[in-house]
C-alpha cells in the first residue's frame, strides 16, 4: 500500500488537473477510504466520515463526486451490483479478486498464483498485454448455503 502522504500529494496534482481545490472535505473522505478496512458504499463512507467529523459539514453528492475522481483515477475501484449500486475499495491494496454471494452480497477476497499465471499465458499466446484485470466469481457464500431459507 503506498504511504498517505505519496496519496495525499498524488490527489492534490488530480485535483488541481481538474481545475478543483483541495478542501478539508476532500482530505477527509480520501484518509477515511484510505483508512477503510474492506469494501463500503457511498452511504456507509458518508457515515463513518460523520461519525468521526461531526464537526465537518460533508454532503452525499460531495462523497459521490470524489468517489467518481477516485475512481477515474484508480484510487478507488468499485464492484457493481447492477441497481444495487456499487461497493468500493481503496485500489493501492496488493492485486485481488472477488468471490460475490449472490443472496447476501457478501464480498469474499482471494489471490490465486495458479489463476495468475494461467492469465499470463493465455494473453501471451494470444499477444495480447495485460494492463489490468478484475475476477468476479458469482456464487453463494458457505452461510446462505447453510440457511438454506
Not at 472535505?25 to 463512507?45: A, K, M, V
Not at 477476497?109 to 499477444?127: G, L, P, S, V
Amino acid at each position: 500500500m503506498e504511504p498517505y502522504k505519496e496519496l495525499i500529494g498524488k490527489f492534490q496534482e488530480i485535483l488541481k488537473e481538474n481545475s478543483l481545490k483541495m478542501t478539508k472535505q476532500r482530505e477527509i473522505i480520501l484518509q477515511t477510504i484510505y483508512e477503510y478496512e474492506g469494501h463500503f458504499i457511498p452511504e456507509g463512507l458518508h457515515k463513518k466520515v460523520q461519525e468521526s467529523y461531526p464537526e465537518l459539514k460533508v454532503g452525499i453528492a460531495t462523497i459521490y463526486r470524489t468517489l467518481q475522481l477516485l475512481e477515474s483515477e484508480n484510487i478507488v475501484t468499485s464492484i457493481s451490483f447492477g441497481a444495487n449500486g456499487k461497493k468500493y475499495e481503496y485500489g493501492g491494496k496488493d492485486h485481488h479478486d472477488h468471490m460475490i454471494c449472490n443472496k447476501c452480497g457478501r464480498l469474499i477476497e482471494f489471490c490465486d498464483d495458479t489463476i495468475e499465471k494461467q492469465q499470463e499465458k493465455i494473453a501471451k499466446k494470444a499477444r495480447f498485454k495485460i494492463v489490468n484485470h478484475s475476477m468476479q466469481i458469482y456464487g453463494i457464500c458457505q452461510e446462505c448455503q447453510e440457511n438454506k431459507k
